[in-house]
């Protein structure tokens, strides 16, 4: 169905926007002008337009309230209203950007009783704008929005102010929008274009590229509300039509912006229409155009209008790729629009798993977001079908149902589930890092993985940019599905705090991590702590200083340094066993929930590398495996020990050593934990 506040996916306001768009340096240019005047009402102009432009999202509001409140101190001394009436314009839009209503409303109330005083017109068309826009967006009544803007209207009209007067008509169309009354709306978004277009043809006399900039912004803004003003009323075409006439005064105008929503918004109708080819194509223009300028508001409308025309193709793969990317995309994984949406997308793509699963694995395109939610909905799956089997069981009890044809039932749902299983176990080893990979960016490494169950709640992994090699090992909490639910949540934290975010710090990326882990297991206005987490050991790599960086959560690194190589110091951070083996120590606290430490930061030690250092990174699941003669744990000290003796063998090597000592110890014994360990060996020239 058709969403009257989805269609105008972004309403674009470009007046003022010149002001934002000469960025940092025109305000210090601005700063550095007013310094050198003398104390008069040009300095005060001048406080003014530095305060208006650092009023604008982006910029250090605080600041813009000094300003105000300088060209407000120098204004009174001048006895200068034009003045007066700016700095209290600026300090409401500054205590409106900060939340206070109050404040803003009192300001903007005195900049108007001056205007009215000195009988300033222009002055007072503004702010009786300005006064509507704040009872519209901020107070929401409507009736004293129309009062304000029905005023400046008149003012206008009454000095023959045409360009300002289609401001108004937009701004009042706009409020009868927001109410539901579209016919009104209509009324006053087509009048203020009308006004517009015979500006344009009557006006013979040269103007300014400023002004005519600023009339086109106004007539696209007005294209783009009639646009939805008729979507609303289910015209379609004639929506279209408008939205088509935007896109022409935004590619005018060059705003990329503009025109990736003009897209979006004609890409929408045609969906809805059920042109849906059509509609793809004009989404698809508007997704390559935001990617380019990073526009991620607009990059997420795309992406949910795509999922939208696909899934009404019923190519439910596409359509859950892009779900999957606007989940990603927003502020929360976990929203509670974006968890049903990825929901009811997963009930139809099981429909079609079987004959698409060569199809996803094959996915080229941001393949690795794709899988880790594919696993992340399909074990939420079989974690539903388990349930069932539960209550199977239960239901089997009570009824006392005929012992086989339960055992059969039994039968087809332990298959489902191992089917189900099996596919995830697919889907994880394809996010994990791959060993071309891990080859090209370490060189000589070993990687030992072995999940307790099919899936697993550890899992390694890499990435590079410019000399620096991130690589880490975590082990979540929990074993099977709950592990490895945990385990897709920490593979993409980890790609959006390093891949995303460029961090590149150990302790930085441990601390990021910890936070971003917070934020998407505790749910909106969720109020029971989790505890779920993971324990994690990361090495940050630099090969042109030839350093390495360490940092751990609960989980410590393991350097094993050939004789002969310098020796590294022990202090509280590293410890030396036997056989040259030194125990870099982790910070007592996990990437997760723990009370008392939330405010304790993650620290990092760097060392300068030798020739032949090999380096281990390890889960703890080796060294609690339970075997050997008296069935106790093969401990970390034994692990130390065997470490010491791999040292100057190559790493393939090692690792054989390694998992010949594993079975030999387990035994007949079950495996007691997931098991994760990586080896690189630095050899250099």
């Known amino acids: ?45 001048l406080l003014n337009k530095i305060a208006t432009a650092l009023n604008f999202e982006g910029y250090p509001r605080d600041s813009a309230l000094l300003f105000a409140n300088e060209a407000l101190g120098l204004s009174d001394k001048l006895n200068f209203t034009e003045g007066q009436a700016s700095a209290y314009l600026n300090k409401g839009r500054y205590y409106k950007n900060k939340g206070d209503n109050e404040k803003a409303l009192d300001n903007f109330l005195k900049a108007l009783n001056i205007a009215e005083k000195a009988n300033n017109k222009v002055r007072m068309g503004d702010l009786y704008d300005v006064m509507g826009n704040f009872y519209r967006k901020r107070m929401k009544n409507y009736a004293k929005a129309l009062e304000y803007t029905k005023k400046g209207l008149e003012i206008r009209r009454s000095i023959g102010n045409n360009s300002y007067v289609a401001i108004s008509l937009s701004n009042i169309g706009n409020i009868y929008f927001d109410m539901d009354s579209n016919k009104m709306a209509l009324q006053y978004f087509t009048e203020g274009l009308q006004v517009l277009k015979t500006l344009e043809s009557s006006d013979t006399s040269k103007i300014s590229k400023q002004i005519k900039a600023a009339r086109k912004s106004t007539e696209a803004d007005l294209e783009n509300n009639i646009g939805s003003v008729y979507a609303s009323l289910k015209e379609y075409d004639k929506a279209i039509e408008y939205y088509n006439e935007c896109l022409i005064a935004y590619q005018y105008l060059q705003s990329d912006e503009g025109v990736a929503t003009s897209y979006i918004n004609m890409g929408n109708m045609y969906n809805i229409k059920g042109d849906v080819e059509e509609g793809t194509k004009y989404l698809e223009q508007s997704l390559d155009i935001s990617r380019k300028i990073n526009a991620k508001d607009l990059i997420a409308s795309a992406y949910g209008f795509l999922a939208e025309g696909y899934s009404k193709q019923g190519n439910y793969q596409k359509a859950f790729e892009y779900q999957l990317a606007l989940s990603n995309i927003k502020d929360s994984i976990f929203s509670e629009e974006s968890a049903k949406q990825v929901n009811d997308m997963q009930v139809k793509y099981d429909t079609e798993k079987k004959e698409k699963e060569n199809q996803i694995l094959a996915l080229t395109v941001n393949k690795q977001r794709i899988i880790t939610y594919s696993v992340l909905a399909g074990l939420l799956l079989v974690i539903g079908l388990a349930f069932f089997i539960y209550r199977g069981y239960r239901d089997k009890h009570a009824a006392n149902l005929a012992l086989e044809e339960k055992n059969k039932i039994i039968e087809e749902k332990n298959k489902d589930i191992t089917d189900s299983i099996n596919y995830a176990k697919r889907i994880q080893s394809a996010i994990l890092t791959t060993g071309e990979y891990l080859k090209e960016m370490l060189g000589e490494y070993f990687v030992m993985y072995k999940p307790r169950d099919v899936v697993s709640g550890d899992f390694y992994w890499c990435y590079a940019y410019g000399d620096k090699v991130i690589f880490t090992v975590a082990d979540c909490t929990g074993h099977g599905v709950p592990g490895a639910l945990m385990s897709m949540i920490g593979n993409s934290l980890l790609n959006e705090v390093v891949v995303e975010n460029k961090v590149a710090d150990a302790a930085k990326i441990l601390t990021a991590l910890r936070a971003s882990l917070l934020k998407t297991l505790q749910l909106k206005g969720q109020q029971t702590i989790t505890y779920d987490g993971m324990d994690i050991v990361l090495c940050v790599w630099d090969k042109t200083t030839k350093e390495l960086q360490f940092a751990g959560a609960n989980n410590p690194h393991y350097l094993v340094r050939a004789k002969g190589s310098p020796a590294l110091q022990e202090d509280k951070k590293i410890k030396l066993h036997e056989g040259n083996v030194y125990e870099i120590m982790p910070d007592k606290q996990p990437i997760g929930y723990m009370e008392e430490r939330m405010d304790n930061p993650f620290s990092s030690y760097t060392i300068k590398l030798a020739h032949g250092d090999n380096i281990y990174l390890t889960s703890d699941g080796y060294a ?27 790493l393939h090597d090692q690792k054989a050593r390694l998992e010949q000592a594993f079975s030999q110890w387990q035994g007949n014994n079950s495996q007691t934990d997931d098991i994760c360990i990586v080896g690189v060996k630095f050899n250099f020239v």
Do not use: C, P
């Open 1 to 45: 169905m058709y969403n009257k506040k989805s269609a105008v996916v972004i309403l674009l306001i470009f007046l003022g926007v010149h002001v934002f768009g000469q960025q940092v340096r025109y305000i210090d240019s601005l700063v550095v002008r007013s310094a050198a005047l003398n104390e008069d009402t040009t300095k005060v102009k």
């Open 624 to 650: 609690d495996q339970f075997g050997g003669t008296a069935d106790k744990k093969f401990t970390k000290k034994k692990f130390r020990e065997m470490l010491a003796t791999l040292g100057n063998e190559q």
